[in-house]
């Protein structure tokens, strides 16, 4: 089984820069990418950012330029820098890992329980 516990959320003021960061423990045989979704109530989770293990990154369209995704592959830990935060950045934002628990298990997605992040205007 595989555990991503996400630390790092917490209320700051719009302007303001806020690092979030996701480790994943447990049996990992392997991790090819992981990611970071947000959501707010009454509306569906969307990804912010998503990162394989090879570097390669994708981001929403509304945090291009503020938010910047990183991993470290040694540790199967992911980074969120956010920069420029806006009240609309204010969602409990959740980890994600893809990966196989074992070499002969498929790949799956985990996920972490999530971290709220409060941008006060």
């Known amino acids: 089984q595989v555990q991503l516990v996400e630390s790092g959320g917490t209320l700051v003021q719009a302007g303001g820069s806020l690092s979030l960061s996701c480790a994943a423990s447990?049996?990992?045989?392997?991790?090819?990418?992981m990611g970071w979704y947000r959501q707010v109530p009454g509306k569906q989770r969307e990804l912010v950012a998503v990162?394989?293990?090879?570097?390669?990154?994708d981001y929403a369209d509304s945090v291009k330029g503020r938010f910047t995704i990183s991993i470290d592959n040694a540790n199967n830990t992911t980074y969120l820098q956010m920069n420029s935060l806006k009240p609309e950045d204010t969602a409990v934002y959740y980890c994600?890992?893809?990966?196989?628990?074992?070499?002969?298990?498929?790949?799956?997605?985990?996920w972490g329980r999530g971290t709220q992040v409060t941008v006060s205007s």
């Open positions: 447990g049996s990992i045989f392997s991790i090819n990418a």
């Open positions: 990162i394989t293990s090879g570097g390669s990154t």
């Open positions: 994600n890992a893809d990966g196989r628990s074992s070499p002969w298990s498929v790949s799956r997605r985990y």
